[in-house]
């Protein structure tokens, strides 16, 4: 069983920055695909950012160039800097482990106004 704890959510004014850190459990990290989502209210969960094992990155359109995935794995860690934030990223973001099967963590809230 993987646990997946988000932080770091917060309100920030458009064009500001946040950082996310997602903790997860488990010895087998390394071997984790992870990903960061984000489901804004009335529309669909959205893959926002995915980092692989060998730690290639993989972006939705939307936020290339603005977001950044990265990943720890001597602290178990996975991080999604965000900058250039949009009224449009407002979202709850996941963090999600793929080994195995899926694990999701509860979710962080973030906020841009405009």
């Known amino acids: 069983q993987v646990q997946l704890v988000e932080s770091g959510g917060g309100l920030v004014q458009a064009g500001g920055s946040l950082r996310l850190s997602c903790a997860a459990s488990g010895d087998m990290f390394r071997f984790y695909v992870m990903r960061w989502h984000r489901q804004a209210p009335g529309k669909q969960r959205e893959l926002v950012a995915t980092i692989t094992i060998s730690g290639s990155t993989i972006y939705a359109d939307s936020v290339k160039g603005r977001f950044t995935i990265s990943r720890d794995n001597s602290q178990k860690m996975v991080y999604l800097q965000m900058s250039s934030l949009k009224p449009a990223d407002t979202a709850v973001y996941y963090c999600?482990?793929?080994?195995?099967?899926?694990?999701w963590g509860q979710g962080t809230q973030v906020t841009v106004s405009s």
């Open positions: 999600n482990a793929q080994f195995s099967d899926d694990y």
